[in-house]
């Protein structure tokens, strides 16, 4: 047994040096796959759909159609028995023996900010702690030596609280590398595409590679003398960045940036939006082993007009989200990825005299996709007219832990603080959903 | 022994202390005395050890960090020149007063204490348009040389205007000087500002005990919602950060939330002192904040300049003093304390004195392969710059002035840089981390700010440098050196560029390069 381990490990670690060794991605990406299956100590990457402003649950998984709660939207069936989606997701109901739909969150904050705040980094503001959010988590774990950083935002959130999108007691090193510009609040300016850009990754104007190698090789040379002589946190991180920057700058790093290279009827299935042109970025970075990647989609605080905005907003993520399964899954690598979709809160089952939806902490949905999660299935229910759980209530570090334990992480690991206090990855009172995990 | 009397005797212990201060110290030592107590202690640290120490800072090194740390910004290059030919014995001593006479000092004070009452002034966009009134109102207090207790006393019992039937906008000016900033911005909640300021002035954190009792110091939830309660009257009219604030006096408890019992105004510790009733709760908390016989209030002052120019803080972190987090040298913080609130609370006499120690005069290279604790003070230890800091030394070291021509495009496109350059740059910490992001470092290497100010037509340093008539390649070099490291460069470095420019005819663009190079350096983005 013992020693059947030890082979595959190897194995493993034969085909990982390969990789480094730069060999074509198209090659070697399935058999790594394929090779990490039998590994007992897998990891897995992560796509976070960050839905922000909070989408309502009840016109999207959790539908009431037999409520006046309901709205105007049909439900839809799926292959899953029980599960029915709301009509505007009718490509995501084909794939839902890749969902676990948790139909049971109930947290107690009901303002952005510290919704955001709470989901993001799983614990609510408490005083000086600077809590680092998921991404940063993540990247910290897996603190493998490659050319991409381990975390990279995709339209990083227009956040209500920067804290939201900080290493926080991490540092620097495992923030977030922004790719494009905010992703707006209003979907609807979102048409065209947008640029989805690495800020000043490309070389200043009048500064030919040449030159820009000549300025970096000059800069090691002439720092090496400080460096050496001021040992520490300061001239080290220093000189990481500058060497993670470098090697960004590189035309192989660079060109995990570079849409161009993807089949157009593959980007037009994506859809031709940030968003779902950002999905498919983030598929690119898993493929080269960024551990998290978040794509946002904003818009989803439909105080008014929510049945419309619901809508195009699932014309927009259904397609992408859709399609990013699918192409996971064709690249063998979905098992190795878990796609989770969240939002900062739900909306209220009742529609107010805007025809609109207001914040809901109380009963909303996350969905987990792709790898390690028991496809196919369904946490925690709520009542007829969905105002309340009536089962498996799951609070924010409950859902934390149970995606750590999907992507093949302890919860229970402990980080030192920036207060000297250590402090787990998921809060040690989480009750992971393990019905839901693979 | 239970918890709460643990807690108790260890807080009589420390009152003892505090109110006999004739019995320990005859007599309040001079600063010079002081600073020569302090570097005694340290040493015997570092013999019990047998940890070495490393040699002086010279005068290039000791002048880059001492205007870093008191003025906020790296020295000019005349600055250099008048600080190094001069041949006082002395000069150290008297460099130290008149960084702390400048305005810019006040300023730079003023902007430390911002990110520690007000972090969220740097980080939040609409919280923004607070920041210049509230850096005026707190560098007007430290250039007035109001004593930190008085601060302290006028910040939290500011009145508020108006009334609920005649509510008044928090402010008219943006850059007025006023202190409003700190109730606005912290939501004008009750529970917020108590755990601010009892953070923030008594280094003890309360706010773990809002949720549930600390699991570390021995405060109970009670005891959070107590302090909440001197700030019960406070209520915003609306939404927002602008929003009016008001205050009712007569409501003096708070609600811990729904359902619980309303709680009412307590003294966190003390000799069982009473609120009179007829008290206004806010002025009464900060009467007993900066109280001399509360021993948490000059500590935490004393420990957070401390870390200013140490970079640690003789109790780290800085703003968590319990029983399980002791300071690195006790008997040092003691002295300092007292001998502070002995000087009136005055911020300017704690950098006289540790600025004159040798611990702060002592070199941050270091050449032995193990590397000591930082908080031994075997060498200076190598500090990040805050945004403000890199920014202000950013400007000097490229030639921005600011004269007139401020008020052109030019100018505008600068500020827009500023604020962008701050977003990027801000830490959350302070003092801040010396560490740096990929996306830092991106923008320091490729992004239009920097390409600009090391462009030679948009520099005036880089234009005096290459362009004043006679000057040999040497000179041309020793003047970027001065200008963005306040040091000339080595024979080695020499030897190295003079290289570089003989390999490219085109010497303009090579001379841009190495101001380049200075600027992305780590020795130009760290204080040392």
């Not at chain 1, 090697?247 to 570079?258: G, I, N, T, V, Y």
Request: overall charge negative.
């Amino acid at each position: 047994m013992s020693a059947n381990i030890t082979a595959s490990r190897r194995h493993w670690l034969q085909v990982l040096t390969a990789s480094s060794l730069g060999l074509s991605a198209s090659g070697w990406l399935p058999q790594l796959a394929s090779a990490a299956a039998g590994d007992p100590t897998r990891k897995r990457s992560c796509i976070l759909l960050w839905m922000n402003g909070g989408p309502s649950q009840t016109d999207t998984f959790d539908p009431k159609p037999e409520h006046k709660n309901g709205g105007p939207f049909r439900a839809i069936s799926t292959a899953t028995p029980g599960l029915f989606l709301g009509e505007h997701l009718s490509k995501l109901a084909t794939h839902s023996e890749k969902l676990a739909v948790i139909r049971s969150m109930e947290t107690r904050e009901g303002d952005h900010g510290r919704a955001t705040f709470h989901l993001r980094t799983g614990n609510l503001p408490q005083g000086a702690i600077q809590f680092p959010v998921l991404g940063s988590l993540v990247a910290n774990e897996r603190q493998e030596s490659h050319d991409l950083p381990g975390f990279i935002s995709v339209t990083p959130p227009r956040l209500f609280a920067p804290e939201s999108i900080s290493a926080g007691f991490l540092g620097p090193r495992f923030a977030p590398l922004m790719v494009g510009r905010e992703a707006p609040a209003d979907y609807r300016v979102d048409a065209g595409g947008g640029v989805l850009k690495v800020q000043d990754l490309e070389r200043a104007r009048g500064i030919d590679s040449l030159r820009s190698q000549d300025r970096l090789e000059l800069l090691t040379e002439l720092t090496q003398d400080f460096t050496k002589t001021h040992p520490g946190l300061g001239t080290a991180g220093h000189r990481t960045a500058y060497e993670q920057a470098r090697r960004l700058m590189q035309p192989e790093a660079a060109s995990a940036f570079d849409l161009d290279q993807e089949p157009a009827a593959l980007r037009d299935r994506y859809g031709r939006h940030r968003f779902g042109q950002g999905c498919l970025l983030a598929r690119r970075l898993i493929e080269r082993k960024v551990p998290f990647v978040e794509v946002t989609l904003g818009g989803w605080d439909t105080h008014d007009d929510n049945f419309k905005k619901v809508a195009d907003l699932c014309n927009v993520l259904d397609p992408a989200w859709s399609t990013l399964l699918d192409d996971l899954s064709t690249r063998g690598l979905l098992d190795d990825t878990l796609v989770v979709c969240m939002g900062e809160f739900g909306r209220t089952p009742g529609i107010n005299p805007r025809q609109g939806r207001d914040h809901y902490p109380h009963a909303w949905s996350v969905v987990l996709s792709g790898g390690g999660i028991r496809g196919g299935s369904i946490a925690g229910r709520t009542g007829s007219d969905g105002m309340i759980v009536e089962d498996r209530p799951t609070s924010v570090p409950d859902l934390l832990a149970t995606i750590l334990l999907a992507l093949g992480l302890d919860p229970r690991k402990q980080n030192m603080s920036n207060v000297n206090r250590p402090i787990r990855l998921a809060d040690p009172d989480a009750k992971p959903l393990s019905e839901i995990l693979a | 022994m239970s918890p709460l009397l643990r807690v108790t005797i260890g807080l009589a212990l420390l009152m003892a202390v505090a109110e006999s201060p004739l019995v320990l110290f005859a007599q309040t030592p001079s600063e010079s005395e002081l600073a020569a107590k302090i570097d005694q202690r340290i040493e015997e640290v570092l013999a019990a050890q047998s940890v070495t120490v490393s040699v002086p800072a010279d005068d290039y090194e000791f002048l880059r960090r001492a205007s870093l740390d008191l003025t906020g910004r790296i020295p000019t290059v005349r600055e250099v020149h008048q600080f190094v030919a001069d041949q006082r014995a002395d000069k150290r001593a008297i460099l130290i007063n008149e960084l702390l006479e400048r305005p810019r000092h006040a300023m730079h004070l003023a902007r430390v204490w911002r990110d520690w009452l007000v972090p969220e002034l740097a980080t939040i966009p609409e919280a923004r348009y607070f920041q210049q009134g509230f850096e005026a109102w707190l560098a007007a207090k430290f250039r007035d040389r109001i004593g930190y207790d008085r601060i302290v006393q006028e910040l939290l019992s500011v009145p508020l205007p108006g009334t609920k039937e005649q509510a008044e906008y928090v402010f008219r000016q943006a850059d007025r000087p006023n202190a409003l900033a700190f109730f606005a911005v912290k939501d004008a909640a009750p529970d917020k500002l108590a755990a601010t300021s009892t953070r923030a002035f008594l280094s003890i954190q309360l706010e773990c005990a809002q949720c549930h009792n600390h699991p570390f110091a021995e405060w109970r939830q009670e005891q959070f919602w107590n302090q909440a309660a001197f700030f019960s009257g406070i209520e915003r009219q609306g939404d927002g950060l602008f929003a009016p604030l008001t205050e009712d006096p007569l409501r003096r408890s708070v609600s811990p939330g729904e359902g619980k019992p309303l709680v009412s105004p307590a003294y966190l510790f003390g000799r069982g002192e009473q609120l009179d009733p007829k008290d206004a709760t806010r002025a009464a908390f900060a009467q007993w904040l900066t109280a001399r016989d509360n021993p948490y209030f000059a500590r935490s002052a004393v420990n957070r300049v401390w870390a200013m120019l140490f970079g640690v803080g003789l109790v780290h972190p800085i703003d968590d003093f319990h029983d399980q987090n002791p300071a690195s040298h006790p008997e040092i913080f003691e002295e300092l304390s007292q001998s502070f609130a002995a000087a009136n609370y005055d911020f300017d006499f704690l950098f006289r004195v540790l600025c004159q120690t040798k611990a702060y005069q002592r070199t941050s290279v270091w050449t032995a392969t193990e590397v000591p604790d930082h908080r031994l003070y075997a060498r200076m230890a190598t500090k990040g710059l805050s945004a403000d800091q890199a920014w202000d030394s950013l400007s000097l070291a490229v030639g921005w002035t600011t004269t007139t021509k401020d008020r052109d495009a030019d100018a505008s496109d600068r500020l827009t840089g500023r604020r962008r350059f701050l977003e990027q740059f801000t830490p959350r910490s302070w003092p801040a981390d010396p560490e740096t992001s990929i996306s830092q470092a991106l923008s320091l290497m490729n992004g239009g700010l920097l390409s600009r100010v090391t462009h030679i037509d948009q520099s005036r340093t880089l234009i005096a440098a290459t362009e004043t008539p006679g000057w040999t390649d040497d000179e041309r070099l020793t003047a970027l050196y001065l200008a963005s490291l306040g040091r000339p460069p080595q024979q080695l470095e020499l030897e190295k560029l003079r290289q570089y420019l003989s390999r490219s005819s085109d010497h303009a663009g090579r001379y841009e390069d190495i101001f380049w190079m200075l600027l992305n350096s780590s020795e130009f983005r760290l204080n040392h």
